[in-house]
């Protein structure tokens, strides 16, 4: 009996943290629709080039400046999440296509203390 409740306690935890995701991803989502500025500012570039770099080939690859949001682990408060959400055209191809070249290219910046970063398209048109 004791297993089947840490089983079921696991299981509304996962279901816990994939709820805050999914809030997470709603908000950034809404954000890049209503064009909303990014919430990377100039003192947070500066401080930390990586982000900036980051920020930099994002724009080039999507054409649009990115909404970057720092996200934290609901399970885990040690790890932070930095998410970069763009608008992207083409098939689901061509988007899993541009998230793997988004991926190659970002794992050539010199790493820093930026937290895990993330990538999410939100597919128009």
Do not use: K
């Amino acid at each position: 009996m004791e297993a089947r409740i840490r089983n079921l306690e696991r299981a509304v935890q996962r279901h816990c943290a994939e709820i805050e995701y999914l809030r997470v991803a709603v908000r950034a989502i809404s954000a890049v629709q209503r064009e909303e500025p990014t919430a990377l500012s100039n003192q947070t570039a500066e401080v930390n080039p990586r982000l900036s770099e980051v920020v930099r080939i994002t724009q080039e690859m999507f054409q649009m400046l990115p909404t970057v949001e720092f996200v934290q682990d609901p399970e885990d408060h040690t790890h932070t999440f930095v998410v970069f959400t763009v608008r992207a055209r083409g098939s689901a191809l061509d988007i899993v296509r541009q998230r793997i070249e988004w991926h190659d290219r970002v794992d050539e910046v010199p790493p820093g203390a930026s937290g895990i970063l993330r990538l999410s398209i939100v597919p128009i048109g």
